[in-house]
């Protein structure tokens, strides 16, 4: 059963193929299921070990109050590297995944080798990004929300979002699943759960990764950003701040590269992990 | 070795498949028109989870995320247990 006690949880993993290690790291709110159904496991265990896993609170892991951080979740990371042997590893990390990618750079670097981030907003980076409440994904959601009658709000606030689904009716929510359609239905259904963690608040704190911090990373960063993101003040920062700092824009998406547009990101994202691992493409 | 049929394999998962939900009801008359999402209630994580579980009851790896990849790439809505049931029998029997 491929999971372990790292930092005083359970984090469910699961693992596949041979080489370098790249480690998988998901958004807040989503979970494994979305390396594997855009086929991102699959194409990266051809030449990779890849362990990919549901951060605390998310999928399968369990969901503990408190200890949703970037810190919180780098540290996770550690325990788990650890726990499973791993050499230093290139984290492929969605959003907050690549932040907590980024933190277990600067608090474990013995563990990183490398980070290609996913449209990655930073909350130590925020002075950078002033639209930052207004990022198009929570726009849409507000405007899915606001078709029951319920209003999410002026800005990103991840923690009234979640206390909103557990607040909903049964009414309200079945016409919000028929909405998001039968792939969307899971990903409503945990918000309620959240409601009981510290998470919203947590994942928008900057807990220690300062912009100087973040500068500070040696280890190689790809910053793939999305055509239609919010944050691309952020990906433009990284380029010039970090030592070793490649970007590249993902067309035709605009905050979930990897399934809106799942050809042009594992293209990417392979290129440059064979480009950084020296690994040479063994299949397609 | 005789190969598994497709009768056998739907035992065989319903077993995986309360050992693995074992809060959730499946006793509702399935078939293979059953739609894993729609019918059963599961979400896409519970389906990277039961394909573990089901490689640990068969004893091997199966081509699972290319079976849950393809899915997506066919802009399928939702899984049929019959069609989990043949790539089952296909790879696992």
Redesign the interface.
Known sequence: MPEVEVNGTRIYYQQSGTGPDIVLIHAVTSNQAVWVFTGMVDALSTDFRVTSYDMRGHGFSARPATGYTSADMAEDFRCLHAKLGLQPAFIVGHSFGGVVGIHAAMTAPECVAGIVLSDSFFPGLKEIEPNFGKANVWMDLKETFQTIGVDLGPVVDFTRLFRTAANLTTQQMQTLEEKVGVLGRGWLRQLPKLAETTCGDDVLAEAGLTADKIKAVSQPVVALYDEFSPFHATCAWLEQYLPACKSEIIPAAKHLAVVENTIAFSAAVRRHLHRLTGVEVRNG | MTSRTAEQVYRELGDVMANTFPDRDFSASVGPST?V??DLG????????L??RLE?FYGR?LPY??F??E???RNV??LELGELVAFLVRHAG
């Open positions: 739609q999402f729609a599961l979400a896409s994580i519970d389906l990277v989870v394909g573990e640990l790896r995320g290319q849950l990849a899915l997506r790439n809505e939702d």
